[in-house]
Nanobody, 123 residues
Framework: QVQLVESGGGLVQAGGSLRVSCAAS??????MGWFRQAPGKEREFVSA????????YYADSVKGRFTISRDNAKNTVYLQMNSLKPEDTAVYFC??????????????????WGQGTQVTVSS
């Protein structure tokens, strides 16, 4: 059974940092990513890591502030978020796919999703 379990969300002041984690089990994935959804908004791409092509990808809004990484031994992906802004407030979802077609920014690329973890940035 495939499971993606996120952890590490919370409340932080603007300018602060948080690290969210996604522990995967049940399968090996070619790509894992993070999306986020704020109230009343569509779910949007944040970052992805595709180790099959040794690629890391970021939305323009987080480039230079967020870093995605993977621990192969733990089958876990991390998203280190620095210089957080109130507009980063959202539920952050982990996503994964067994096969990578190149469309890392599309929700449809991913087959499996976690339950989400809340990140709140106060001003």
């Amino acid at each position: 059974q495939v499971q993606l379990v996120e952890s590490g969300g919370g409340l932080v002041q603007a300018g602060g940092s948080l690290r969210v984690s996604c522990a995967a089990s049940g399968r090996t994935f070619s790509i894992m990513g993070w999306f986020r959804q704020a109230p009343g908004k569509e779910r949007e791409f944040v970052s992805a890591i595709a180790w099959i092509v040794r690629g890391t990808y970021y939305a323009d809004s987080v480039k230079g502030r967020f870093t995605i990484s993977r621990d192969n031994a733990k089958n876990t992906v991390y998203l280190q978020m620095n210089s957080l802004k109130p507009e980063d407030t959202a539920v952050y979802f982990c996503a994964a796919a067994q096969y990578y077609t190149g469309s890392y920014y599309r929700k449809e690329e991913y087959t499996y999703w976690g339950q989400g973890t809340q990140v709140t940035v106060s001003s």
